[in-house]
């Protein structure tokens, strides 16, 4: 058996071999290799509208820090508080309506300065700029959830991040003929931000879910492209995964998992149910999809609108949260359900107003690379 000693000195840089079955030492000389300070700094980010925190979460996991999470809601606030031990732990949880928040109370209360901040993102509430309103009377003009956008671009403005990302529904761009995101888009550039605006969906990303959302990303480095899609239909691009599916999702889910509650369904209801087959044409503001494809997109009404493809009953918290790429232990409270004028956000509404993770992963790992170089 041989004895090896070893020692190390660093003001040398070199370590010293003995043993007692030879004489002499070994002198091995080496080389420090200086860390460069970026590649291991985990960049800071602040969010605006947090809702459940599907977006931060999904830039979490893609090596950011949410230093921040603000929301007005009481019970998104509690589904934030809860799971931010497990997911968000260096975050502090503001619950604050953002027209009356001042940038330096966000300063104050997270410690931070602004050159601190390497990030922000969010996007207000979709409900002024979705098309889905068309058909209920239009998108009306002067909606006080339209100069949301007027706070964001003061984050922006005030704190100076080196990059931002900002989502939304595609509605967005065509409201007021579109006078109203040109106005939003001039006011981030005159900042001296390159932007970069897209639309991607979620399915291509691996979410089990078609879902068109509007992206805009900014950086004062320069522009930042957009992630390549990693998911596509069977038979498109040998390179791509196929698509996420429902029974993909739904079918790991085991009994003993959090928000899984199933509404009452009257027989009735059920027969309705029952009839739509899945993957028909939308109707009455329901739809069935196929067990074996992606779900359509998951609305702020998913509590009534979204049809199990297996059973006649709508689905649980839970499955939507599935289909919205959530972590399976990322639990939900406040009330589990509530009218579609409540003026507070139950569990269904948080699962349907969310960025998903998965989309908001792929994401954050082209900010955070673009960051890091």
């Not at 599916?245 to 009452?264: E, F, G, H, M």
């Not at 029952?274 to 009404?301: L, M, N, Q, V, Y």
């Amino acid at each position: 058996m041989l004895t090896i000693g070893i020692q190390l000195n660093v003001s040398t840089r070199s370590v010293s071999l003995t043993t007692p079955q030879f004489e002499g030492t070994l002198k091995i000389v080496f080389g420090f290799m200086p860390l460069n300070e970026a590649s291991v700094k985990r960049p800071n980010s602040i969010e605006l509208f947090a809702g459940a925190g599907g977006l931060a979460l999904g830039l979490e996991m893609s090596g950011f820090v949410n230093r921040a999470l603000i929301e007005q809601d009481r019970y998104c606030c509690e589904t934030l508080r809860h799971n931010a031990v497990r997911y968000f732990p260096a975050t502090t949880i503001i619950q604050r309506n953002l027209r009356r928040l001042s940038i330096p109370e966000v300063l104050r209360r997270t410690g931070l300065r602004k050159s601190e901040i390497d990030l922000v993102s969010g996007g207000p509430p979709c409900q002024s700029f979705s098309i889905s309103k068309i058909p209920k009377g239009g998108r009306p003009r002067g909606d006080p959830r339209d100069y949301l956008l007027k706070h964001f671009t003061r984050f922006v403005k005030i704190i100076r991040p080196r990059a931002f990302l900002f989502e939304n529904v595609p509605g967005l761009e065509s409201k007021l003929e579109g006078k109203l995101f040109r106005t939003f888009l001039r006011s981030l550039g005159y900042l001296g931000y390159s932007l970069n605006c897209g639309i991607l969906n979620a399915a291509d990303y691996g979410v089990p879910q078609r879902r068109r959302r509007l992206f805009l990303l900014g950086s004062i480095e320069g522009k930042i492209e957009f992630p390549v899609a990693t998911h596509g239909p069977s038979g498109t691009e040998a390179s791509l995964l196929p698509y996420v599916t429902i029974a993909d999702t739904l079918s790991k889910l085991k009994s003993d998992l959090p928000n899984q509650r199933i509404p009452y369904t009257t027989p009735r209801k059920r027969l309705s149910i029952e009839r739509i087959i899945p993957g028909s044409e939308w109707k009455h503001w329901r739809h069935r999809d196929r067990w074996d494809e992606p779900s359509r997109c998951i609305t702020a009404h998913c509590r009534s609108d979204w049809i199990h493809p297996l059973e006649p009953r709508v689905a649980s918290v839970r499955e939507l949260a599935s289909l919205q790429s959530f972590p399976e232990d990322y639990l939900f409270l406040g009330p589990f359900n509530g009218p579609n004028d409540a003026d507070y956000v139950f569990q269904y509404r948080q699962v349907g107003n969310a960025v998903p993770v998965l989309i908001a992963k792929a994401i954050g790992n082209v900010l955070r690379t673009h960051l890091m170089k």
